[in-house]
């Protein structure tokens, strides 16, 4: 027989984590005062909104008019064999609204396991999966035009796999996946292939997701006005080269390349920041272990704050031209860190 | 058409040779050299009429991601030691490819974890290795401390063939020490779906104090239900962490209950929506996960205690 022991403690879990939030960052007030100058500073009547919260910022990407919250839930290897699929909900509750898996053929089983959230949520979320165009060239080299053919018919193929696995008809945005050369960002092969996928109804608008010359690439499709959303390995310090974990040889600071983040919002692209902290990672994490490397760029302020060095990184791009960033969190406990540095990132800069 | 035959002969000579001088190397390290001397072997397994495409590469811990991007980073929290991977080419179509990579995990317990966490449910099973399936002209497969993806440019007829061949001379040529994963004859099997256990080495259900875990799913009547189950050094270690789920679902649920029934203790803990049951057996910290209904949950948990054996 069963017998109770002890009396039930109970907890809101959306109280909670405004609780955290709060008793972290000097009280309620504070919090509400930042959210809603996000909010108000972004919405127009054109903006696509969904499950938006008091405990999250916004903020519009680019011509595709949604006002995404600026954590992106990184669904790629935290839902590969399900393992984080109960971060799902919290994230969801907290107000992350934007959900970025990749297809199946990279990420395994993600897509499938995302399916059944997308499933009680689907109207709710922004959802973007990707794929790579699997061209095998050097950065500099152009690609021929059978390769261009290839891409565009493997990379659609994947995209039909992609709406299969999680089970819906549509995707907000589908990305080419690590890309790395201009002359495939400027395929027309591969455009017209995400036109006739729109077209169709599979799909919304069309990005990229790079971290190897991501300058050039980045440069590519501003230059060609197709892409709406570009997802970029940016830090604190600049680009992130992830063919090196490390930062890009040479690479100028994420201050100095202001001028053409600017031009790429100019451009409409939303822009998504990635791999904004790895190098600070443990190196099992491919990371480089040093928490400390970015602290050169950081002002007095930031510096000083409570926050890790993980949430400083994220605070700072978030300051700094990046629309949202997109973060792999694995657990509950970096879902509850990255709530944090993406809901308060505004107070730690002049 | 004789000189190519002869020539395939010599060839095969060559590379039976090589066979045997890489199966002789291994040494007190075991398959650590194997898994060296895996591009010889590698090598031999082209498929006839295609080639390699650059060369056979291996990969480290280290350099991992070069290959794979940040999916190195899964399997590397399974202990990857080394990864092989060919892009074999269709000797008139370069768009045409297959890639072979091999893991080795350094353990069964591991590379079962790296094939559990990627396995698709539903796909045709192979008979190779300790376990296999096919998902369309892609090949998966679990053999002792190795883990083999076989991925392809199109699925056809064609493709899925050569991709079952290669299949077959990759687990023919990578050993199996036998060495047991414990999970698997741990976890009750009454009830228990095929093909359900999966293991986590770190961050199993999204909690960052439960590493070295097992989990499975149980057919309850019309319910399906998932337990899990690890094992730690010692049982105040396995209490420790009953304590810290407690803690997670007051956290993050809506409260707990501490129940006895006998000599069995469980937590059972309310998540809004749905209930986990944690329980302790010696050096073993068990439950369920995500049920619906509360008393079914309370009520597995117990037969899954009742049923586990202490060593």
């Known amino acids: 027989m069963i017998k109770q022991k002890k009396n039930r403690d109970t907890f809101d879990r959306r109280e909670f984590i405004k609780i955290v939030a709060a008793a972290t960052f000097s009280g309620p007030i504070l919090l509400s005062t930042a959210y809603s100058k996000s909010n108000v500073s972004t919405g127009t009547k054109e903006t696509i909104h969904r499950n938006e919260q008091p405990t999250m910022t916004y903020r519009k990407l680019g011509r595709t008019g949604f006002l995404s919250s600026r954590l992106v839930f990184g669904c790629g290897a935290a839902l590969t064999g399900g393992k984080a699929v109960r971060l799902l909900q919290r994230a969801f509750e907290a107000g992350i609204n934007h959900f970025d898996v990749g297809s199946d053929i990279y990420y395994k089983g993600s897509e499938r396991n995302l399916a059944p959230f997308l499933k009680d949520h689907r109207e709710q979320v922004w959802v973007v999966s990707k794929a790579p165009a699997n061209v095998y060239t050097k950065s500099g080299d152009s690609i021929t035009l059978e390769q261009a053919k290839s891409a565009a018919k493997y990379w659609t193929g994947l995209m039909d796999a992609s709406l299969k696995d999680l089970q819906t008809d549509y995707v907000d945005a589908y990305y080419l996946m690590a890309v790395d050369n201009p002359s495939l960002v400027r395929s027309e092969e591969v455009y017209n292939a995400f036109l006739k996928a729109k077209t169709a109804g599979k799909v919304g608008h069309f990005g990229l997701s790079t971290h190897k010359n991501a300058q050039k690439v980045l440069e590519a499709a501003i230059e060609t006005g197709w892409y709406d959303l570009a997802m970029i390995g940016i830090t604190p310090a600049g680009w992130y080269d992830w063919s090196t974990k490390s930062l890009a040889q040479d690479t100028s600071t994420l201050v100095e390349l202001q001028g053409l983040l600017k031009r790429a919002t100019e451009a409409g692209i939303g822009l998504v920041g990635m791999k904004t902290v790895r190098y600070l990672a443990p190196l099992w994490s491919l990371g480089k272990g040093d928490p400390s490397a970015f602290d050169k760029v950081y002002g007095e302020k930031l510096k000083s704050s409570s926050l890790s060095p993980f949430q400083r990184g994220y605070a700072y791009v978030l300051q700094h031209g990046i629309d949202v960033v997109n973060a792999d969190m694995q657990n509950f406990k970096h879902l509850e860190e990255n709530i944090i540095a993406a809901a308060t990132d505004d107070r730690y800069f002049s | ?311």
């Open chain 2, 1 to 311: 058409m004789a000189s190519a035959d002869l020539l395939q002969r010599i060839l095969r000579l060559r590379l039976l040779a090589l066979t045997v001088v890489a199966v002789m190397a291994i040494g007190p390290n075991g398959q650590i050299i194997a898994s060296q001397n895996l591009p010889v072997m590698v090598t031999g397994s082209t498929p006839k009429g295609w080639q390699i495409f650059d060369k056979v590469k291996q990969f480290t811990p280290e350099n991992l991601y070069e290959q794979i991007n940040g999916r190195a980073a899964f399997f590397l929290s399974y202990d990857m030691v080394r990864m092989t991977y060919v892009r074999f080419v269709n000797s008139d179509e370069t768009t045409q490819f297959i890639n072979l990579s091999i893991y080795d995990m350094r353990t069964p317990t591991n590379a079962f974890g790296v094939f559990s966490a990627e396995r698709s449910q539903g796909e045709p099973s192979l008979d190779l290795g300790r376990a296999g399936y096919r998902s369309d002209a892609n090949y998966f497969i679990w053999k002792g401390r190795y883990y083999i993806r076989i991925i392809s440019a199109v699925n056809t007829d064609e493709f899925q063939q050569i991709g079952m061949d290669l299949a077959r001379k990759v687990t023919d040529f990578l050993l199996d020490s036998g060495e047991q994963v414990w999970g698997l004859t741990a976890l009750p099997l009454t009830d228990r779906m095929p093909e359900s256990v999966q293991y986590f080495k770190v961050d199993a259900m999204g909690l960052d104090f439960m590493r070295n875990t097992y989990t499975a799913t149980y057919r309850k009547g019309n319910t399906l239900v998932t337990a899990f189950l690890s094992q730690q050094d010692s049982a105040e270690s396995a209490r420790a962490k009953v304590v810290r789920y407690a803690s997670y679902a007051k956290k993050y649920g809506k409260g707990i209950e501490r129940l006895k029934a006998g000599e069995v203790e469980l937590v059972s803990c309310d998540m809004g929506g749905s209930y986990d049951v944690v329980y302790q057996k010696g050096r073993l910290i068990g439950g369920v996960s995500y049920v619906e209904d509360r008393d079914l949950a309370i009520r597995v948990a117990l037969e899954m205690w009742e049923k586990l054996r202490l060593e």
